[in-house]
């Protein structure tokens, strides 16, 4: 069995396009990732933690300085409302789960996500990225749907890239959920620390 290549210390490669496949945009292909997580896709404090899986959307250079940015933005709590992340020309796209970019009523978060994460990607290893923000909703039928917002993120039809992006959430089921193991005697959940909010000790949790 072929195994991935390690891109980070920090999360695992479950799936990795090396190259181009077929002739959607400028070379697209994608791999996909996985995080801990003890936020869930809405940046609320877990009891316990949660898997996360998210792709990278490559184009045709396969520019893995992506990784770096992918690595701050997971160190600064950020990553776990993110669905797919990738960058074209020089510019990052970061589509997030509708959940959270949409919220409900007047608590829209994706100005405050813009926010937060703007600094982060200004400057990495003397790279500044442009950023641009979108949302995915796997239930919507097309890229215009009710809670879909796809920045350019594939150098093509929207029709085309929501496509693309909902075949690799239907295979992959992207975002924050639950950690299925096999039955142990051992309850790892008590075992593993619990991190304090972001910005809180952890002696005010």
């Known amino acids: 069995m072929k195994?991935?290549?390690?891109?980070?210390?920090?999360?695992?490669?479950?799936?990795?396009?090396?190259?181009?496949?077929?002739?959607?945009?400028?070379?697209?292909?994608?791999?996909?990732?996985?995080?801990?997580?003890?936020?869930?896709?809405?940046?609320?404090?877990?009891?316990?933690?949660?898997?996360h899986d998210f792709a990278v959307i490559w184009d045709e250079d396969h520019d893995e300085r992506i990784i770096n940015v992918v690595e701050r933005i997971y160190m600064a709590g950020l990553l776990s409302p993110v669905q797919f992340i990738g960058e074209r020309k020089g510019g990052l796209s970061i589509v997030l789960a509708a959940r959270y970019y949409c919220g409900s009523g007047d608590d829209y978060r994706g100005a405050e996500f813009a926010k937060l994460v703007s600094p982060i990607v200004s400057d990495v290893d003397g790279d500044s990225w442009n950023l641009e923000l979108g949302c995915f909703d796997r239930h919507d039928t097309s890229a215009r749907g009710h809670q879909t917002e796809l920045p350019s993120i594939i150098q093509d039809k929207d029709e085309v890239a929501f496509t693309y992006l909902k075949n690799i959430d239907n295979l992959w089921r992207l975002g924050t959920k639950e950690w299925n193991a096999a039955p142990a005697s051992i309850d790892l959940a008590r075992l593993a620390p619990r991190p304090s909010l972001f910005g809180t000790s952890p002696e005010t949790v």
């Open 3 to 51: 195994q991935n290549q390690t891109y980070s210390t920090l999360f695992s490669c479950l799936h990795d396009e090396k190259e181009p496949i077929g002739y959607l945009g400028r070379g697209t292909h994608y791999s996909v990732f996985r995080s801990i997580e003890w936020l869930d896709v809405e940046r609320r404090q877990l009891v316990k933690p949660q898997i």
